[in-house]
């Protein structure tokens, strides 16, 4: 049987389906079949009114399958890290690294590193995302004692329950050393694929951030080929999910990021963010990390990272108008007023802070 998948092709009328429960609706879909094969595949696509979506399963002898996937469409996400989505949530990204592409180098110390954690919250981050290597392109690997010395003050400092904080690591032991010194959720670019990573979430069962990043940083702006890099991200985001509930992973407590930048060309990570939507359809609330990154100079005018604010907010607003829950930024208190206008131009109650 060929490989299915169901993109919601519209926001739509109060009456018709909830996306992924949240205030967004859809009245029509776009169905994805795809033929079995390598590079080269016949994509078959046709947009359709959800109502007629099971008379077409029907047809095909796919009812079945097609009720998962509306299900997993439709299905309210449950709460994660004492979070739920009834409202758009801010990852505030806090790289401790000499060496990241945007605020390498930025805190001289532990210290100073709490403080703009502190800041992030008061801006109105929900999460605060620690890190302590660099995964931008062409990044040298860091020593695990290294990365551990620079992440575990830190997130003691900030591991007093304002808010949930993630360790943002692909190496098993260091994610064991940050939940004992406090973070409360993993967030991996490499998805638990590292050797160890799958068991230590499972065996602290805290959530995670499965991230589409099939390549290490030092090779994967040349691992960029694919037969549809939409639905290839997503398949493969859905075996690891696979991989996650084999291991002891509730669906419910992961989120997946379609990993923007990472072994995708500017135009690629266009294109993902472009159909996002596609992600629902794992049944997992979804993340988007595109803030300052290279790919928006790749689509506009070569601008350097800290010229890049406006192409961040844009990719926000339209993940917003396509349902996802949880933005990764640097610029915190922007992305919360860029999202307080969004809410109030649909008319939304209440404010992302």
């Not at 996937?69 to 996400?77: E, Y």
């Not at 990204?93 to 502190?118: E, K, M, W, Y």
Request: hydrophobic share 45%.
């Amino acid at each position: 049987m060929r490989p299915l998948a169901i993109t919601p092709a519209s926001d739509a009328p109060a009456d018709a389906l909830p996306l992924a429960g949240g205030p967004l609706r859809f009245a029509a879909v776009e169905i994805v079949v795809r033929d079995q094969g390598e590079i080269h595949q016949n994509v078959h696509r046709d947009i359709i009114e959800s109502s007629a979506l099971f008379e077409w399963a029907a047809t095909v002898d796919r009812a079945d399958e097609v009720n998962a996937l509306l299900g997993r469409l439709t299905s309210v996400r449950g709460d994660i890290a004492g979070l739920n989505f009834d409202m758009p949530r801010i990852m505030g990204i806090l790289n401790v690294t000499p060496d990241s592409f945007h605020d390498g180098g930025l805190d001289s110390s532990a210290v100073d590193a709490i403080q703009r954690g502190l800041d992030m919250i008061e801006a109105g981050a929900h999460i605060i995302d620690i890190g302590g290597e660099s995964t931008r392109p062409g990044a040298e690997p860091v020593d695990e004692a290294e990365e551990a010395r620079r992440v575990l003050p830190v997130i003691a400092g900030l591991a007093d329950g304002a808010v949930p904080v993630s360790i943002d690591s692909r190496r098993a032991s260091v994610m064991q050393q940050a939940l004992i010194a406090g973070a409360t959720m993993v967030n991996d670019v490499h998805a638990l694929t590292g050797e160890g990573c799958l068991q230590a979430v499972a065996a602290a069962g805290v959530p995670v951030v499965l991230m589409h990043g099939p390549a290490d940083p030092q090779v994967m702006a040349d691992k960029t080929v694919y037969a549809d890099v939409l639905l290839d991200s997503y398949d493969w985001l859905e075996a690891r999910i696979f991989a996650c509930e084999a291991a002891g992973i509730a669906r419910g407590n992961i989120i997946v990021d379609p990993g923007i930048g990472f072994a995708k060309t500017a135009a690629q990570s266009a294109a993902v963010i472009g159909g996002i939507s596609l992600f629902h359809g794992l049944g997992c609330a979804v993340l988007l990390g595109a803030s300052r990154k290279s790919f928006i100079a790749g689509v506009s005018g070569d601008e350097p990272s800290d010229q890049r604010l406006a192409g961040s907010i844009t990719a926000v607003a339209h993940a917003l108008s396509q349902g996802v829950q949880v933005f990764r930024v640097h610029d915190v208190a922007d992305t919360c007023q860029a999202i307080a206008v969004w809410q109030a131009l649909r008319g939304d109650p209440g404010q992302v802070v």
